[in-house]
């Protein structure tokens, strides 16, 4: 069903106004009490040589800024767009305005208008509730996160970010999870989206529902279709077709199986499908090379690699490689980046971890390759964050890694392409979303919050790629961590989505440079 906010509504819930703190009262500049500038240090990075390579050609996303989740097929949340920090003492704007619950994913659109996917808040509140209160147990958070996802209905929403107003499609279809899926702006005129276990197909011209297709869920233990499955975002293959992944966070036992599917763009019919007991939760990066696309992600337990056919997926067995132990306080990874010539992806995606974070690489270049470790932070103390790492392979060879309990970041240097990493530098910042980088200025955006019980203050963050130094902050809309992908839109700006979980909206923030 698709909804436009009427007058008086779109006056009361979407109406553009600018934020400093949780106040919405006038066009801030960083005028706000915010939290000094934390402390960087930094460690030389010997020996090591980036591999950068040119931005990977995708002939099937819209030729626009942020076309996935990611903003590209290999998932690395950088490109060449944002505001222009290029002057002393650079001053940010914040105005932002009022969405339903829970914005998660944005991206951007060839005619300049944004869009963004939410509604979908099963155990992404479980994250935001640890953050808070980091000695809660997890477990009855789980049924509890599932009652709240029953509440709360899937959308897409359409920003114009010239008039910030608001157009809402709701996605209404499937029962499974309702765990947060993903969106792809694709180069035929479509908006491709996943939800509930169901595809949705919308003319971004009209911003209309044109199809959808039921996906099937993957099997319980009993083999029968586990109503826990999700399909958490989608990939596009050279020729157009989608590549989707779904898994099942409960109900399916140690060897619960997942389902790899390739889907035709026009009809949505499923054209291959594999079912293997290897996939979890992460999602995947696509590359092309030598005239075969694969894609990349770790999985339960390894990394993995499958090849991309036109009638089915090939498992790379020679490719895998152990990174999770049993019974060691680790838990799962999050999803691969490709940096050119070799993947990099951090454990501990899970709040259940009891251990450090780890940052792993390994060379793409054939079967076999060793996978190189190293600690993400010093000390001892447990770390972990829901979102993957992001990377810049196109210039300066940096990879950044958040821990969203302990509040700390950290830039690594990807040798040889992704090889191996070597950090350069580190510093406190209680950020929760996931970041985003400016290549081209050199400029990485993340958020920081000052919290006071559970009402916090929250930041966007413009950061030296190279050093960590803090450039420049703004307050942002939002009273809670933010389970929400930073983006950069095509038009000077940035944009933070907070997700507000347990709330009855969330906010989208556009962050412009003051007087630009």
């Not at 958070?141 to 920003?159: D, G, M, N």
């Not at 939800?195 to 869920?217: E, V």
């Not at 060379?363 to 990377?391: I, K, Y």
């Not at 970041?409 to 530098?425: D, K």
């Amino acid at each position: 069903m698709r909804s436009m906010l009427g007058n008086g509504v779109r006056r009361a819930l979407v109406a553009s106004v600018a934020v400093c703190g949780v106040l919405a009262v006038a066009a801030c500049s960083g005028s706000a009490e915010q939290p000094e500038a934390r402390q960087t240090t930094t460690r030389p990075a010997a020996e090591c040589t980036p591999t950068t390579a040119g931005p990977p050609v995708a002939p099937a996303l819209a030729d626009t800024v942020w076309p996935s989740e990611h903003a590209d097929p290999w998932r690395t949340h950088a490109v060449a767009a944002g505001p222009d920090l290029d002057r002393a003492d650079p001053k940010l704007t914040a105005t932002s305005i009022t969405l339903p619950p829970v914005p998660v994913w944005g991206y951007t659109g060839t005619d300049g208008e944004l869009y963004v996917i939410g509604g979908a808040p099963y155990l992404l509140d479980m994250f935001t509730e640890v953050i808070l209160h980091p000695d809660t147990r997890v477990p009855p958070l789980v049924p509890k996160s599932k009652r709240y996802s029953e509440t709360v209905t899937p959308y897409v929403a359409r920003i114009d970010p010239a008039a910030m107003s608001v157009e809402v499609i709701e996605l209404t279809e499937g029962t499974s999870a309702n765990y947060t899926g993903g969106l792809l702006v694709h180069e035929n005129g479509s908006l491709y989206a996943v939800s509930r276990s169901t595809l949705y197909k919308i003319d971004r011209g009209t911003f209309s529902l044109i199809a959808s297709q039921p996906l099937p869920l993957a099997p319980d233990e009993s083999g029968d279709p586990n109503p826990a499955t999700a399909y958490n975002g989608m990939v596009a293959t050279s020729d157009g077709d989608l590549i989707l992944k779904g898994w099942a966070s409960t109900g399916g036992g140690d060897d619960a199986p997942g389902l790899l599917l390739r889907i035709d763009p026009d009809d949505l019919s499923i054209t291959a499908q594999l079912e293997t007991t290897v996939i979890t939760s992460a999602r995947m990066a696509m590359v092309e090379s030598g005239g075969a696309e694969h894609i990349y992600m770790p999985g339960k337990t390894d990394s993995l690699r499958f090849r991309v056919d036109a009638d089915g997926f090939v498992l790379d067995e020679g490719f895998s490689q152990p990174y999770l132990e049993p019974d060691t306080g680790q838990s799962q990874a999050s999803s691969d980046i490709f940096m050119g010539e070799g993947v990099v992806f951090t454990d501990n995606t899970s709040p259940t971890a009891t251990t450090p974070m780890r940052i792993f690489s390994q060379s793409v270049a054939g079967s076999g390759s060793p996978l190189a470790e190293v600690q993400a932070f010093d000390g001892g103390d447990p770390s972990w964050n829901f979102f993957m790492v992001a990377g810049d392979p196109y210039r300066s060879g940096i990879v950044v890694v958040a821990d969203q309990l302990g509040g700390q970041i950290a830039g690594y240097r990807a040798c040889a392409g992704g090889e191996e990493v070597q950090r350069v530098w580190a510093k406190s910042l209680a950020g929760t979303a996931g970041v985003a980088i400016d290549y081209e200025r050199g400029i990485l955006y993340a958020d920081d919050r000052s919290c006071s019980g559970d009402t916090c203050d929250l930041f966007l963050v413009a950061l030296d790629l190279e050093t960590g130094d803090e450039l420049t902050r703004v307050a942002v809309a939002g009273t809670k961590p933010s389970i929400g992908q930073i983006f950069i839109g095509t038009d000077g700006a940035v944009y933070y989505p907070a997700t507000e979980t347990g709330e009855q909206a969330g906010f989208l923030t556009r962050v412009t440079v003051a007087g630009g």
